[in-house]
Nanobody, 124 residues
Framework: QVQLVESGGGLVQAGGSLRLSCAAS????????MGWFRQAPGKEREFVAA????????DYADSVKGRFTISRDNAKNTVYLQMNSLKPEDTAVYYC?????????????????WGQGTQVTVSA
């Protein structure tokens, strides 16, 4: 079992930045690929970014590529999402998720554990 707790959400103006953190506990963090997802009101949850267990491979949704950066610190059991040039359409609840290590280093599906989410609101 892995427990995930997100933090760092808040209200920011368009063009601003936020850094989300996700602290993991319970199992060896480096055994898990990590991902960030988001869900806006009235919409389905969507993939944002993913990172391999070692941090060397990343994947981004087209909508955030070039603006968001995912990273991880295995010594601190934490994954981050640096969000720059934020837009009102980035407003959502952001969730981190853990995916048990497999032969596929990053994935947009198949996550086993989820955090409770943190709200990000971007004003125009």
């Amino acid at each position: 079992q892995v427990q995930l707790v997100e933090s760092g959400g808040g209200l920011v103006q368009a063009g601003g930045s936020l850094r989300l953190s996700c602290a993991a506990s319970g199992r060896t963090f480096s055994n898990y690929a990590m991902g960030w997802f988001r869900q806006a009101p009235g919409k389905e949850r969507e993939f944002v970014a993913a990172i391999s267990w070692g941090g060397g491979i990343t994947d981004y949704a087209d909508s955030v590529k070039g603006r968001f950066t995912i990273s991880r610190d295995n010594a601190k059991n934490t994954v981050y999402l640096q969000m720059n040039s934020l837009k009102p359409e980035d407003t959502a609840v952001y969730y981190c998720a853990a995916r048990t290590r497999t032969t596929v280093p990053v994935s947009r599906t198949g996550y086993d554990y989820w955090g409770q989410g943190t709200q990000v609101t971007v004003s125009a």
